[in-house]
Structures are given as C-alpha cells and as structure tokens.
C-alpha cells in the first residue's frame, strides 16, 4: 500500500472508531433516559467501591463524548462554572448542549444588610443570569453566602459562621430565597450553601469567596457547626419549594481527610495540607 492510499485508509478507520464510540454514547444515554422516565438524572451503573472487579480483573469507569443533534438537551453529569452571560460564553456553552451551570452567587449581606427587610434589587445582576440561563434551558445551580453584619458569629468575617440565635433568620431568608427564584422566570431547584465551608477564617479574606466556617480548635474542623446551620435551614427550604434540593457546598480539603482529625488543625496552621 503506498503512502497516500495508507494515510487515506488509516484516516477512515480513525473517523469510523470516534462514530462508533459517539453512537454507543448517544445509545446508552437515550436507553437511561426512558429508563427514568421522569425527566430525573438516570441511575449510573458506578461500582460501590474501588476493588469492583469484572473476571477477577479491577475496573475503571470511563466517560466518551457524546455528539447530540436536535431533540431535547440531554440530562448530564457534566456542567461548566461561567458568569452566566455573553461574555461569560453563555451563547457557546448552549451549544456544547452543556446541561448545568453555575456562577450566580447571592450573598444574604446583600439582600438583608437589616434584619427582616429584604432587598432584592441589590442581586439584581445575579437575577439576570438565571434568568439567561433559563432562557437557554441550563439548569442553574444557585449559591447562597456572606453573612451579614447583625448574624455573625464572628464580628467581622463575612465568609464565616452564622450567630446560632441567627439561625433561624437565615432559615426565613432561605425560605423567601427559595419561593422567589423556584418561579418564573428563573426556575430554579438547586441551591447550594456557602462555597467550599471547610476553610478557617484565619487563612482566607474576611469577605473571601471561601466559605470559613472551619475553626482550628474544634477537632472536626466546625463540621458540627455547618451542619446545625443545614438542620434548621433545610425544612424551610422543602417548605417553601419540597422538590428544591439543597446542595453542600464544594469541598476544599485543605486538610487530607485521611489524616487524624486532631491533627488536621495543626497541619493547616503550619501552611501544609
């Protein structure tokens, strides 16, 4: 075979094995979805631990691309973080059929710099982008931080805890937050609390994107604080929307889970993690 008719025949078997792998992708994920049959984020066939084994051989998990024209956006693990707007390449994401977004952040101190008068118009950028999300059919996932002045636990620190007589401030306001955007015209259900919580206020800004609510003298880092704060915040959302989900906030790890909680505190002050 001489060069051109090899580099011809080598180009074809390279195109045919990315169709077919496209086409097996496009199978599975419309066989998953009328499986479900709710519109819901079909089950994925993922091993329950890391020493799952097919014929006595260890397996791996391993995610194709999938190439989709027309019909309906499929239902997707995959998302991207952007500002929710044309210059944030909103316009190109839609046509990735990307299925969720994140990147509107609405700080509580913003909205209710006074205890119990709320004002809506100062997140009125952060509106705008659900709303453009909505516009496109992405399922946006919202963010709520920053605690105001009047509810900190720590005088000061914006990014960090909650007063615990505050708590149920926060759990109105989350309520009023959840009927607001679950309607039209932002739709949302997904709303995430505070942006990566298991960080110390002492290594990050007062009003840092970092949520800081780890505190180094506790041996479970504040973990018990954080959740205090979602078992009074969590029935008010379900009352005000009970198919909203709440959502953790990402996870920094600065501190290697594996380690002995005791020793975390120590390991984050020295500057390692």
């Known amino acids: 075979m001489d060069k051109i ?83 944030g390449g909103l316009g190109k994401i839609n046509q990735a059929n990307t299925y969720w977004v994140h990147g509107a952040w609405i700080h509580w101190s913003d909205v209710e710099p006074t205890m119990g008068a709320r004002d809506w118009a100062a997140v009125a950028n952060e509106e705008q982008k659900l709303i453009n999300a909505a516009t496109y059919n992405l399922e946006p996932i919202v963010l709520v931080r920053s605690t105001p002045d009047w509810a900190q636990r720590f005088p000061g620190i914006q990014c960090g805890q909650i007063l615990p007589d505050k708590l149920d401030e926060f759990a109105a306001f989350m309520g009023d937050l959840v009927t607001r955007y679950s309607q039209e015209p932002y739709n949302v259900k997904y709303f995430e609390i505070w942006n990566e919580p298991d960080v110390a206020p002492s290594l990050v800004a007062p009003d840092s994107t970092h949520g800081c609510w780890g505190d180094l003298t506790d041996p479970y880092y504040g973990g018990g604080d954080y959740g205090e704060m979602l078992k009074v915040v969590y029935p008010a959302i379900k009352a005000a929307n009970s198919a909203a989900q709440v959502l953790v906030g990402g996870l920094l790890l600065d501190c290697n889970p594996d380690n002995n909680p005791v020793t975390c505190p120590l390991a984050l002050s020295q500057g390692h993690s």
Do not use: C, W
Request: proline residues 6%; aromatic residues 4%; without cysteine.
């Open 5 to 87: 008719k090899y580099r011809k025949h080598y180009h074809i078997r390279g195109m045919a094995v990315v169709l077919a792998l496209a086409l097996a992708s496009i199978l599975v994920a419309t066989h998953s979805n009328s499986e479900a049959g709710n519109g819901s984020l079909p089950p994925l066939g993922i091993p329950q631990n890391s020493t799952s084994q097919l014929n006595g051989a260890p397996t791996s998990i391993i995610y194709l691309p999938v190439v989709h024209h027309g019909g309906e956006r499929l239902t997707t693990l995959f998302g991207v973080e952007t500002r929710m707007d044309a210059a």
